[in-house]
């Protein structure tokens, strides 16, 4: 059993062995006064601790699953099949902790090659077997729960082992990966022949390029390199009625863009089994910068401005004043009262940090775009903080989940969620947002800490990404966080996109419909029938079930 | 009957009246040595010649329609339905200048107001009648034929009267705009408001939001502005199963990205009422120039440097060899000897023509962006033509089909097709099409002219665009261009997509499967079924009937 597998069991993102970023005293203290916490140790749990139910696998079809991918690589025990048991939403790693019985499936299926994903799912439709895609098993939104959904039993379909770089032009910018590959490792791959693909989530250390295409992933870097839809040039998907291969131009006419059904298709309409990606030069230069600007309008408006102006940096990223603030209280790099001092003193009543980072080939074309950038800034009053601030915060961008694990072992009600709309629409979409998190989270009259920033925007709008911090409800902890997540959802819809870069998953499709229209329902449905006629594919997830 | 409707029926794109752009005495000596073209006079046909079959609109359903839109939008007169019979391709041009039978809708409808498009669907579906949605009536690829699909009649559902600007969010950079308005009405409502769309392809004088959203059209400077789906916002739909509206953010997760199903749907997805458009600042200054590059390989280097080192002009278009040399002979602005003279001297052999122009806020930033593309061809050899000549360019930029109407009444076979692949394919590909078009657009032993550009540049490739011009076959005038036409499409699948902005319509169906798969075709086929379980709504166009 890989580490991998060892640590999600244990209810936190950790690796085990590694730190879990503690917190400071000094942090303590302040989450105590902020949010009323009454420290409940809740630490990850053993293995053991774990119910597992039996494999209910029929035997014939075990056997016929070995023969074709190898014994190998079809898992039957209990820790393998934890090791696949859900994601990573503050809901799965609670129910971990509390050692509650888990969906958990009843094998984990390791193919080495995209052909056998296709001779796996034959195999399923013939034994009436639930298949879930699993790649590095991030999903905050349910989108790799093993459910059943009514059929004999359910299989996780690791794709782990479809981790080759498959071809590589450089002309064309260029690569065919295999749906399994870790983003890091494909990074790597990649940085050999002098490129990048530039997507850089917060799961990036897990995650995988599959499960990437499969979500309609953003990184953090989505202002320079885009969005993971735009870095799709073609796709493979094994599904029920045959393979499913798009994608021979970087762009068409040929009738609705197949590929942007296959992107976001969450598992339910076919198993990504390799992506060709438009890749970039690996940046030669990079500068990370922090500033200042007073209050989250002032914010807008300056992000708003880049935006427009196309003078984006590559990473763009405006935290409220809550999100500064606890930035600043949770890390030792900074002295956050004396900052504040300072920025009282150059008018800053309201300090809102904006994190700006660009990639270049070179130190002139760094140079060009940073100039370009503070040249569409200038009608807003900003603070340069400096490189230090910025260097800090990219050198912590993978962090948060590490950072989560400390607050869940202390007992704090820790979860995101996001959104995205039209500029014009933001502030009241925020507003509404926090109102009902804030209602929902409260504890002894306690208010959470409800923190928000931009990382994505666009020339028409921008995302809103909300993190919480509350003193845990000791006796409903679940409940306390479901209640304030269907209230913000409820807030969103009609007003914003139910997820703008998490997926739908098991958790959004209540609000599903309220987006696409039972129209746009009826057409997933319709095209979740085509490929999968039987519904094997992660059911539960992304389409509602026929009524 | 306005004059939109008596020029098309007279098998020309050129409004009565307005001059065909006519051929000089040069250009004709020209191409009766080049393509041993023998001037057979093909005028444009009076209406009075063109026979019109009976309308097979049953009255029950003609009252019911008149009653909810109206009795003066309901029309059955030949001349009304005439104008809406077919497009605008090389086959339909000379269909009706040959004044035979064409497939004629047996009424046009003209709803004023999206919900009663809503209506009508309902109406048409009771009464089993087939709808093709109108617009400007520009299709090159069968998309508006009049086919009946075996349903009782077909209508053409005009949507000239949605040609409302229904909002404009400057804040945001969103227009609202009903289906059925111009471009060119769009581009004037939209300049009063100091903003523009940016969309200009050459069927800009006639063409629609709606078609353009239809289609996936692409302009001529989608490099600076994207293509058109880029520019989709949100769209608004009637179907047969109910209104479909989407789009409430600029980008989201949740789940596959219906607007491009919307985008591309051709009319058979359902009617696109409204869409909602990015739009941006109308540029306050611009500057058109032309280069010339030596041979078309190096010209595609250019493309390609630009496009990757995200350094293209807002316009950016690379004509080969034969185009270059047309464009000279033909215009009676240039001394082509002169100029071939002058860059021989200059070392230029295979003179290759790179028309750049770019769009801007200011003279700053246009001066900047100019230096950032010529900065990105220093590894290239150009010789500079200057602004006359890209000014030249622009000012013709929407001349072409006034150019054909000019050839076509001359005798001249005039066509165009196009593609679009991966850099690393794109010069075989090129090279396959040519081949196929010269062997099959052969008269008396003389070859056609087959011209190719580049108009679309992305990071990982480019469109093709090819123009022929050759000596009709006098006894099989569309039987010459259909074998060109399936040879050259047979030499594109496999290699490219079968259309990069033309659509699918009905002439590229049998080619689609080959590009999407049968796995894609059942998709479409599924989606057809649910949002129009009858059928009704432009058969024959993008979806292969149910077999």
Known sequence: MNGLIEHTLRGSWTPSGASAAPLSPHALRWLRQRTGLAETATPAVPVSL???????????????????????????????????????????????????????????LLPTDPDLVQGVLKICVR??????????????????????????????????????????????RIAVVQAGMRAAEAESLLAAHGFTLGHFPQSYERATIGGFAATRSAGQASAGYGRFEDMVEGVRLATPVGEWRLGVSPASAAGPDLRQLAVGSEGALGVITEVALRVRPAPARSRYEAFVVDGWQSGVDAVRALAQGRALADVTRLSDVDEADVQLELSGALKARSLKTYLRGRGIRQPCLLVLGWDAASHGELKQRRAATLRALRGIRTVRLGRPVGEAWRSHRFSGPRQ??????????????????????LSELRS????????????????????????????????????????????????????????????????????????????????LEAEIGDVGGAVLAAVKKAVDPTGILNPGKLIRPAR
């Open 50 to 108: 774990l119910e597992v139910a039996e494999s209910d696998l029929p035997e014939a079809a075990r056997a016929e699953l070995a023969a074709l991918i190898g014994e190998q690589q079809v898992l039957t025990d209990p820790a393998e099949r934890l090791g696949r048991a859900g994601g990573m939403s503050y809901t799965d790693l609670m129910r971990r902790r509390g050692g509650s019985r888990l969906a958990v499936p009843d094998a984990v």
């Open 127 to 172: 034994h009436d077997i639930a298949v879930v895609p699993f790649g590095g098993g991030t999903s905050v939104v349910g989108g790799v729960d093993a459910l059943r959904g009514g059929k004999t039993a359910v299989v996780a379909l690791d794709l782990a082992r479809l981790d080759r770089l498959v071809s590589l032009d450089p002309g064309s």
């Open 404 to 425: 989560r694990d400390a607050l869940l072992d202390r007992g704090v009600c820790v979860e995101t969620l996001e959104t995205a709309t039209h500029w014009t629409d």
């Open 432 to 511: 509404a947002v926090r109102t009902a998190l804030v209602r929902n989270l409260q504890v002894n009259g306690k208010s959470p800490i409800v923190m928000c920033h931009i990382s994505h925007a666009y020339e028409t709008g921008a995302s809103l990404y909300f993190t919480v911090l509350a003193a845990r409800d000791a006796d409903d902890p679940l409940g306390q966080w479901q209640r304030a997540k269907m209230a913000a959802s409820d807030a969103i819809a009609g007003r914003g996109t139910i997820t703008h870069h998490h997926a739908v998953g098991a958790d959004h499709l209540p609000w």
